[in-house]
């Protein structure tokens, strides 16, 4: 890829692709990356005339369509009201697992994170989640996490949430909650299948001909450096501000 | 009734061993630097539902006995130093929790029922180290598996708000959370920016913004007490200054560094 | 997205059989007689926790087929007759509740859960004539016995407010039950004084006091919609109109002419 | 007694000696009587210098202390913070059971009543429940009710909450939760123990002399048709038009 401007772009772009056809999307509040991709698809429905689409930041005032306190953004999941959510995780398992604790035995885990949040919730809740983690290395995606803070699949009980795709700076893959794993849909530009394959730790399913990520296109890169921009601005100012530099 | 009192008194009626919920939104930095001041050991934190600065600077200094949490986190700067490292050495009692479990646990109290189900959890390594869940079948409707937690009834409450009026009562907006951890708690201390002459429960509107005063025990003065916290529709946090904290609570010796430095600008804010 | 409405258009999109919510405040009387002029049938009420006025005119006019409450009662006015009346003749099917368990049951809604555990309630008869209602061992914490009821999620949950924003957001004041309705409910319309040019949700304090329209379906204009009951920090109620309406509506006949009567003023306001 | 007024400030009298020493106490919207005892106590503190005394007035704008819309007195309940509140009865029998629902089998009863309200929870979580209901009839006494809308004692759950006393236009009783039964603790002026009993439809424990309820004295007297007076014109104003129209 280009450049940390197009790296960041392409993700943008596919973000808004793997949200197409929702309604409500919650993104967190250090989350730029997804909360940009929330706003491309808000910009190009509002453009083609497709129906609105509502982005809600966690712990931003500006878009917070939330009066009922921390506990909002959890009953509108069970409510069904929110369609798409983004986790990631200091560990992802094959099976979809998500381990936002730490690494070694618990509770004096050798590494530790900053905990589990939403995640046993929200997997469980929210129809659409996009696994959203940068970095691709066997460190992140293991055979079998240390520690479940949020489970991809649990046929004994009944549930509408779960993972929908996983994203990283070197590819995309779908999930398959029946199979209870991943298959690499995309790679991104400048990677090949063999490089996803010695990255990830956990197996996937590929397919005979791997296809590459498509890059955004120019009406798509003209929403993203214009609008998008000025949005992303009012609320990750740092952010916004580093996409110019690295421009 | 609710007493009008100084800083370091509210801070004095915080005792060793007792629970103390605290938010992440609206957080009393002013009455954390008072705590840590009067040497305050042993608590046990509630953080509704996580926590980020407040409760790495009271692990830092040595003051939490017990823990339960759904994440602490530096958010944009980075992972809780104090946090990390006392987990590893194993400082005190950790509970993991997940955030709307906190919150449903609060809301058990505040119905006075002992538990609450939940949704969602099933298949979380959290029911393995929190043998107080349970999973239970459903004894109405569909048969099914759902997760029960049990209510968490605070000792102390401790937050920071914008405003009181002259009768204790507390304008929190619409951080409804901050009123779910008085009504869930025993006793609530809160610091606010300034205290009002007008009655906040004068109109259906203003109302609506309010924490009652019968919920509120203890009220202290601390202009810009969530410092370098943000504190909606007042300011913005002090990313630069969170960063700074993040920066030098890696070791022990800057984290000593940092909070010393902390302790002495919160008095003379104050 | 929410969409603003007549009172008319608002009224037919309420379909037989469907369970409607109605609160005990901020009642929209002028949906009711909206209702009441489209013919509705069957509709199953579920009153907030109490009704007054509004379930006894919905009984009268025949538009009842189930009605849960904890009470139906014209206050100050006396009994509600048309109720009384049809619990007597067995028109409908009744699920006599008590306050906190309707309450409790929504709230089961909001959280996505099948059950809420209650306080109280055991020794009742209530638990006899509802058998959906059960009493378990509590699974957390010390042995003994918790009521526990199912979740109630209302088809429509149908209320009367003082302002709607142009974007549907509402100013409910501190009638926080209303918006505990729209979370459980599928549905939500709102009938309110007037709309507004400005945004509801601007600062920290106009934003507690709304239910935001990511919860609301239609919004109709219909001044003094609440009328005879009353509306806060808008009027209040007319009791004497109440009384009258108490008065005539003891016999079939005179309800029907206060129906009449009631039914031509409200389309003279509207 | 008197007359109407004479009446009704004995009532009120008596009211703000069984909420002594309550820090909050919740009346219902239509009780101007139970109400007027509260404030006369909240008077008499704030005159002696004792503990302030919060009375909640449901359905009430201007004594509302509440902003967590219609469930917050129960909640409140739940937690301990209310001290007091008042229950009345289609029928009350000698066990303390209260009826709001209606005479004969359910659900096609005789008569109908408006319904359980918030009894079946409240009777269990508010410690002082003053029965109040002026009509002292064997119709309203009854040995056993027809429909427990609330039951006074539970032996088989905790419970801080139960009856404390009921008051009539002929008496006062006392209720033991342990025995799980009425004592006659006084009889209003004008009535003998002997009409007591016959008006009773249940039986209760007597003591071998009766005596009379007090009168309010002077103090009190003039408390209540000044301060208390203007008090409920804020809220009771047919009430209050009516005490003065009795006196």
Same mark, same amino acid.
């Given at each position: 890829m280009s450049g940390e401007r197009e790296r960041r772009e392409l993700l943008i772009n596919v973000i808004a692709g793997?949200?197409?056809?929702?309604?409500?999307?919650?993104?967190?509040?250090?989350?730029?990356?997804?909360?940009?991709?929330?706003?491309?698809?808000?910009?190009?429905?509002? #453009?083609?005339?497709? *129906?609105? &689409?509502?982005?809600?930041?966690?712990?931003?005032?500006?878009?917070?369509?939330?009066?009922? /306190?921390?506990?909002?953004?959890?009953d509108c999941a069970a409510q069904g009201r929110v369609d798409a959510f983004f986790l990631g995780g200091g560990q992802i398992d094959g099976a979809g697992n998500i381990n936002l604790v730490g690494t070694g035995p618990y509770p004096q885990t050798d590494v530790r994170w900053p905990g589990s949040f939403g995640s046993a919730y929200l997997y469980h809740l929210v129809p659409r989640v996009i696994l959203f983690r940068e970095e691709h290395?066997? #460190?992140?995606?293991? *055979?079998? &996490?240390?520690?479940?803070?949020?489970?991809?699949?649990?046929?004994?009980?009944?549930?509408? /949430?779960?993972?929908?795709?996983?994203l990283t700076n070197m590819a995309l893959f779908d999930f398959d909650r029946e199979r209870g794993g991943f298959a690499l849909r995309s790679v991104h530009p400048g990677f090949a299948s063999s490089d996803i394959r010695a990255q990830t730790g956990f197996d996937y399913i590929e397919p005979a001909k791997v296809p590459t990520t498509p890059l955004p296109d120019p009406e798509t890169l003209s929403l993203l450096r214009g609008r998008i921009m000025d949005e992303l601005a009012e609320t990750y100012p740092a952010f916004a501000r580093s996409m110019l530099q690295a421009a | 009734m609710t007493e009008i009192v100084s800083l370091e008194a509210l801070a004095a009626d915080v005792r060793p061993s007792q629970s103390l919920a605290i938010p992440v939104t609206g957080v009393s930095m002013a009455?954390?630097?008072?705590?840590?001041?009067?040497?305050?050991?042993?608590?046990?934190?509630?953080?509704?539902?996580?926590?980020?600065?407040?409760?790495?600077?009271?692990?830092?200094?040595?003051?939490?006995?017990?823990?339960?949490?759904?994440?602490?986190?530096?958010?944009?700067?980075?992972?809780?130093?104090?946090?990390?490292?006392?987990?590893?050495?194993?400082?005190?009692?950790?509970?993991?929790?997940?955030?709307?479990?906190?919150?449903?646990?609060?809301?058990?109290?505040?119905?006075?029922?002992?538990?609450?189900?939940?949704?969602?959890?099933?298949?979380?390594?959290?029911?393995?180290?929190?043998?107080?869940?349970?999973?239970?079948?459903?004894?109405?409707?569909?048969?099914?598996?759902?997760?029960?937690?049990?209510?968490?009834a605070p000792d102390i409450?401790?937050?920071?708000?914008?405003?009181?009026?002259?009768?204790?009562?507390?304008?929190?907006?619409?951080?409804?959370?901050?009123?779910?951890?008085?009504?869930?708690?025993?006793q609530t201390f809160v610091t606010v920016e300034r205290i009002v002459d007008?009655?906040?429960?004068?109109?259906?509107?203003?109302?609506?913004?309010?924490?009652?005063?019968?919920?509120?025990?203890?009220?202290?003065?601390?202009?810009?007490?969530?410092?370098?916290?943000?504190?909606?529709?007042?300011?913005?946090?002090?990313?630069?200054?969170?960063?700074?904290?993040?920066?030098?609570?890696?070791?022990?010796?800057?984290?000593?560094?940092?909070?010393?430095?902390?302790?002495s600008q919160r008095k003379q804010v104050a």
């Amino acid at each position: 890829m280009s450049g940390e401007r197009e790296r960041r772009e392409l993700l943008i772009n596919v973000i808004a692709g793997l949200l197409d056809g929702i309604r409500h999307v919650a993104v967190g509040a250090s989350s730029p990356i997804p909360a940009a991709g929330a706003m491309l698809l808000r910009a190009r429905n509002q #453009r083609d005339g497709k *129906p609105p &689409v509502r982005v809600s930041i966690l712990g931003s005032q500006e878009h917070n369509f939330f009066t009922n /306190g921390a506990v909002e953004v959890f009953d509108c999941a069970a409510q069904g009201r929110v369609d798409a959510f983004f986790l990631g995780g200091g560990q992802i398992d094959g099976a979809g697992n998500i381990n936002l604790v730490g690494t070694g035995p618990y509770p004096q885990t050798d590494v530790r994170w900053p905990g589990s949040f939403g995640s046993a919730y929200l997997y469980h809740l929210v129809p659409r989640v996009i696994l959203f983690r940068e970095e691709h290395s066997p #460190r992140v995606f293991v *055979p079998r &996490v240390d520690f479940i803070s949020a489970a991809a699949t649990t046929p004994e009980v009944k549930r509408r /949430g779960g993972p929908h795709a996983l994203l990283t700076n070197m590819a995309l893959f779908d999930f398959d909650r029946e199979r209870g794993g991943f298959a690499l849909r995309s790679v991104h530009p400048g990677f090949a299948s063999s490089d996803i394959r010695a990255q990830t730790g956990f197996d996937y399913i590929e397919p005979a001909k791997v296809p590459t990520t498509p890059l955004p296109d120019p009406e798509t890169l003209s929403l993203l450096r214009g609008r998008i921009m000025d949005e992303l601005a009012e609320t990750y100012p740092a952010f916004a501000r580093s996409m110019l530099q690295a421009a | 009734m609710t007493e009008i009192v100084s800083l370091e008194a509210l801070a004095a009626d915080v005792r060793p061993s007792q629970s103390l919920a605290i938010p992440v939104t609206g957080v009393s930095m002013a009455a954390t630097a008072a705590l840590i001041e009067a040497g305050i050991r042993d608590i046990r934190l509630i953080c509704v539902p996580i926590s980020s600065m407040q409760a790495d600077l009271l692990i830092g200094a040595g003051a939490v006995g017990a823990i339960e949490t759904s994440a602490v986190s530096l958010g944009e700067a980075g992972g809780a130093p104090r946090f990390n490292a006392a987990v590893r050495a194993g400082s005190f009692a950790l509970r993991d929790s997940t955030c709307p479990a906190i919150l449903a646990g609060l809301l058990a109290a505040q119905k006075g029922v002992p538990f609450m189900p939940i949704a969602g959890i099933v298949g979380s390594d959290l029911l393995k180290v929190r043998p107080d869940w349970k999973v239970i079948d459903s004894p109405v409707g569909e048969p099914g598996k759902v997760v029960v937690v049990p209510a968490i009834a605070p000792d102390i409450a401790l937050f920071h708000a914008p405003e009181a009026d002259r009768a204790g009562n507390i304008r929190i907006g619409r951080l409804r959370e901050l009123a779910a951890m008085a009504y869930a708690a025993k006793q609530t201390f809160v610091t606010v920016e300034r205290i009002v002459d007008r009655n906040l429960m004068e109109t259906e509107e203003s109302a609506a913004a309010v924490l009652p005063s019968l919920y509120v025990d203890k009220v202290a003065v601390a202009p810009r007490g969530a410092w370098p916290l943000p504190l909606p529709g007042e300011y913005p946090g002090d990313d630069v200054e969170v960063a700074r904290y993040a920066a030098m609570a890696r070791s022990e010796e800057g984290f000593r560094a940092y909070l010393s430095g902390f302790l002495s600008q919160r008095k003379q804010v104050a």
